[in-house]
Nanobody, 122 residues
Framework: QVQLVESGGGLVQAGGSLRLSCTAS????????MGWFRQAPGKEREFVAV???????TYADSVKGRFTISEVNAENTVYLQMNSLNLEDTGVYFC????????????????WGQGTQVTVSS
């Protein structure tokens, strides 16, 4: 069974930075797209970013220019560098993975992590 484990969340002041990581483990995990979603209190889960196995990245408009997704294929790990954080970035961040970036971006990924909390304070 494939498992995704996130880390790196926490409390940060507005304007600050955080880096999230997500590592996949389990049999057969190879050449998967990996991405991030977030869910703010009282809101639906929303797409943040995704990267394909070949390194093609896609971002939500709300995070373009502030967040950077990257991956280390050899380690089955994806990172999300978050800069210039604002109050609207607060939420639980989930890692997701599937064979294609489109599947991940559409919220239909087969594998999901448990989430890590990011709280941005004023």
């Amino acid at each position: 069974q494939v498992q995704l484990v996130e880390s790196g969340g926490g409390l940060v002041q507005a304007g600050g930075s955080l880096r999230l990581s997500c590592t996949a483990s389990g049999p057969g995990f190879s050449r998967y797209a990996m991405g991030w979603f977030r869910q703010a209190p009282g809101k639906e889960r929303e797409f943040v970013a995704v990267v394909t196995w070949h390194g093609i990245m896609t971002y939500a408009d709300s995070v373009k220019g502030r967040f950077t997704i990257s991956e280390v294929n050899a380690e089955n790990t994806v990172y999300l560098q978050m800069n210039s954080l604002n109050l609207e970035d607060t939420g639980v961040y989930f890692c997701a993975s599937d064979l294609t970036a489109a599947t991940v971006q559409g919220g239909k990924a087969k594998y999901w992590g448990q989430g890590t909390q990011v709280t941005v304070s004023s």
